[in-house]
């Protein structure tokens, strides 16, 4: 009985309820909580003055993360009735929020098991974050990005792999052509990359760029190119998502003609 | 009779006889006349040269604002007249462009109230701005591109949402990276999350940049995933105007049911 | 008869023989060549050494130019049939295109007629380069695009109404939050509005930028804002010509049923 | 009997077996691994290091390439079999891939034939790239790219048109403006151009950008315009995209005529 009242609370599909949403409500802030900690340490003069009260935190919320994924270990069986306990239990530790769910617990027990960076210790602890996602909220926008982003993998992935050709070709002439003028810059084709990716994205730092006039001119070519490599992805996404709420759409207007109640396409 | 006559001239919906509009243009044209003096009251050699006229400016402004707001009170429970007069005009104190209106003017009459910064005062005053938003003639565009804005909200506040964790997930790695290599630059995390801003938006002041190997594939990383940024709100709001623009076009389109050939609305 | 010979040659719209185009050709490389030739002039090195091969074009496409204006003026009731042979030579000469005609030449006479600063008058002949627009070869993209862009003017101008209210609201408040940390960069608001566009538009030349924690950032917002600035217009251009290619579709698909022949909305 | 299994092996469209697309697979990782050693080999310390396994797989790479060239060339009449064996090897010789082929090996075997510089024929070998696009993996994606770019050429062509106009126009008005202010950064046109298009690409490196007020207008207005710049070609991609979706749609959507019920192609 308890078990299930349990897994209420913690099944983001099943528990409704207004009650139901107070263990997610409590765990979502804990975990902004601890992002805004992980920020306000790295100020020394913070840190220093607050240290005791970081503490405090981090041993609280690794208490209570620690809580909440043995208790998801244990109603796993219940969220997934149709699998053997252990398959169910299985499931949940290799699925990617139980893996990122004890990623981010490990980070405080390690020590204890074997010497680690704590630095790496710390940013480990960043996982957490990816939780976030998890937020009924903004649930239904999300779901559509989502299929968006799915629906464009391949065309994505092209583009991807058309912008590095791209960077190395233009990274290898400007390192050919700018070596000589500016050995120190250029130095290697993976500096000229930084310098293609600064320009292609548009960044532009401002800490490489071309000196020579055949340089300059393939730099304009490439900040040129790099408007089509913004408009190439915009398209293709806004395609997806117009065809998607078009789909929605089509699905929700249940048509019918007013006068003699027949059914419009 | 005369409230009835001052209600044309003021009010945004039915007043709309050329002579009703002079008011409003009067107005809109002492607002951006504000506005420019603004702007040059900041060149020192303007504002001690013509510091005379931008007092009168600023004595005669604020009569008209005043003047304006009390009309406003007054004639409320003609603008809303299923509204007891006291309900109206607390409609109205309490609306946006009401509360707008009472902080446009106040700066001028809080120094005989409270001891104020006069920099905060005149900053203030900048708010009258916002009541540009009201001019007409624009009126049709700009109620199709706020509802469109309106539509998406969900969806942009989880791209917002989605910037956010990149930029403290980018800005802490970033921190961890380079903060041995240029400890001045990146101080603490607060300073990543300057860089990864400029990165992610593609600004690249070049005042902080990563000088490490993996800071540079970081920051290649980000600027790339940068035009992801700008493509997937740019595919949101298209899609949602086509969607708008749509709605609108299939209204005026005349249209019949192919069955019993009635005209459909 | 000559005349209409010569109106064959020069008319835009009826002159479709290939010998007819003849004209259009030469006048068209002649505008490039001299574009080109107000490049290199500008290189003391270049212009020093073939300063007799510049005059001598010059001369030559001043003559050419000056003989087409004539000519243009002449035909131009052959043009306009319908109005008096003064009116429709008025028409021409009022026209946009009359006009650009006339300012391209002029600056070359004006040294006769008056005194005058003889770098303006090289940056006036440029106006010719206006002249290419008129090019046939991609007439009807170009005629898209211009139809997307006068239907779309409104809220391109609402966009941009909006865009500089946020200019001058971001420029004013970061003057006020930098003038002390930096008094030489944010001298007055109108530098500030330099910062302001140059971090709106994502530019981000890094000659300035805010140092202070608040001004940075105010930065990192207006920086973030730029997206939307950015998909705002793309949206409302995307949706308008995507509307432009659907009822183009819809003109041209004449659409009947291949078996019993009758039409299909 | 061999050649034709051969033929299998190398032919891109009807080899479909497994076994066949060996072949592909090793010479496309074979591509990869000589693109990385190109950046590689660019870094002092690992090309003096590994210059011997450098060297190695550079002859490897060629025996390989040449074979792979001479094959191609020998199945030439089967891949075209209408062709004579003569015209049809003359075909893929002179065909882009064919041309691609023979100048992504030439580089190595011309030092024996002619003097050439060692720099650029290490360029040369980087066309081998452009291979890459014949992977089939995400050919269907790749098309409907190519398709689109191949549907907007003339709008895209009358955009960098315009595009082109506007840095001309911008770069020598700048170069009036500026050159007396700042004689070295903006010493000719050329050098102009290249702000202009930092600035209407945004990319905005820092090196040089005006300082003068009326400069700074001029800038301003440049940056603005090129989010327009952005916005265009992403709507006319966008669109084309969203066409071309419509059409796979329409064509796998069973559509039936409403006037005699039969399927519509």
């Not at 990617?96 to 490990?106: A, E, P, R």
């Not at 939780?131 to 779901?143: A, G, M, N, T, V």
């Not at 790099?226 to 998502?241: D, K, N, Q």
């Amino acid at each position: 009985m308890i078990k299930q009242k349990v897994t209420l609370l913690f099944d983001d599909e099943k528990g409704n309820l207004k009650g139901d949403k107070l263990v997610e409500y409590f765990i979502s802030w804990l975990i902004i909580i601890n992002m805004v900690a992980i920020v306000l340490e790295s100020y020394p003069e913070i840190n220093t003055a607050y240290a005791y009260y970081f503490n405090i935190l981090e041993v609280f919320s690794i208490i209570i993360f620690t809580l909440e994924y043995f208790i998801r270990v244990w109603i796993a069986d219940i969220i997934h009735p149709n699998l053997k306990p252990a398959k169910a239990r299985l499931k949940y530790i290799t699925s990617f929020m139980g893996l990122v769910d004890l990623i981010s617990i490990l980070p405080f027990f390690l020590p204890y098991i074997v010497k680690i960076d704590l630095r790496i210790l710390r940013t480990l602890r960043l996982f957490r974050l990816l939780r976030l996602l998890k937020l009924k909220r903004y649930f239904k926008s999300l779901s559509i990005i989502k299929s968006v982003l799915v629906k464009t993998k391949n065309e994505i992935l092209v583009t991807i792999f058309l912008v590095f050709i791209l960077l190395v070709l233009a990274s290898t002439l400007m390192y050919n052509i700018e070596k000589t003028a500016q050995p120190e810059a250029f130095q290697n084709i993976g500096q000229a990359m930084w310098w293609a990716v600064a320009t292609l994205t548009t960044v532009g730092y401002g800490d490489i760029y071309p000196i020579t006039g055949i340089g300059k001119i393939l730099s304009a070519f490439i900040a040129l190119l790099g408007i089509g490599i913004v408009a190439l992805p915009t398209g293709i996404i806004s395609s997806a998502y117009i065809e998607e709420v078009r789909k929605l759409r089509v699905k929700t207007e249940q048509c019918n003609c007013p006068h003699c109640g027949k059914e419009i396409e």
